[in-house]
């Protein structure tokens, strides 16, 4: 088997694998067929000799086969950037929060929870029964006990409130984040573009 590369009068390239005896016959009119491992990602021809690209210089540039350069993408480079802020918006979301001074879970099951919690309270208060056990675990796995059922729904109501608050606020730092990187005139400016700060 041999392995080819055509690099076809568009621009364009092939390669693929042909047995021996069948090599020269994958040529076509005014191509150029040149047997080894030339693969397009990484060589271009000059005046027929297959020829190494320059290194690329990040994933936001794309080849010119017109002038033989790397050619900086710097819409491609923000529409990456700004999945990249939402990603860390949603990672910030649902992450550990500050809440009367201890450090609870965030994310999606624990406030689920804290809404069957309150569910849980509605119906016992409609039904005048106790609420058991009025507890909640914080992160380092530490138990707090409420004695007052009133106490412990405002506390749980609160808790709500302040996961709320923090994510309308990471929602609006992801917001002017984005804003910041549509206004970047570069593609330096865009790759160096900070998104792990200002989100506080």
């Not at 918006?89 to 992450?95: A, G, T």
């Not at 409420?146 to 608050?165: E, M, P, Q, R, S």
């Amino acid at each position: 088997m041999k392995q080819f590369t055509r690099f076809l009068t568009s621009g364009e390239t092939i390669c693929g694998w042909c047995q021996d005896e069948h090599f020269e016959v994958q040529a076509a009119v005014g191509d150029i067929l040149l047997e080894g491992n030339f693969p397009a990602s990484n060589y271009y021809l000059i005046d027929g000799v297959p020829t190494a690209k320059p290194i690329q210089p990040s994933s936001n540039y794309d080849w010119d086969t017109t002038t033989h350069t790397w050619i900086p993408n710097i819409i491609r480079a923000k529409q990456q950037k700004k999945l990249a802020i939402e990603a860390k918006r949603e990672e910030l979301i649902y992450s550990n929060i500050l809440y009367d001074g201890h450090i609870f879970q965030a994310d999606e099951y624990s406030v689920k929870n804290i809404q069957k919690k309150l569910n849980e309270i509605v119906a016992a208060e409609a039904l005048s029964v106790p609420v058991s056990p009025m507890l909640w675990r914080d992160f380092e796995n530490n138990n707090y006990y409420w004695g007052d059922l009133t106490i412990y729904k405002i506390w749980l109501n609160g808790f709500i409130i302040a996961i709320a608050n923090r994510t309308t606020s990471l929602i609006i730092a992801s917001f002017v984040h984005k804003d910041t990187v549509s206004g970047l005139s570069t593609l330096a400016e865009v790759e160096m573009y900070d998104i792990t700060t200002g989100w506080e």
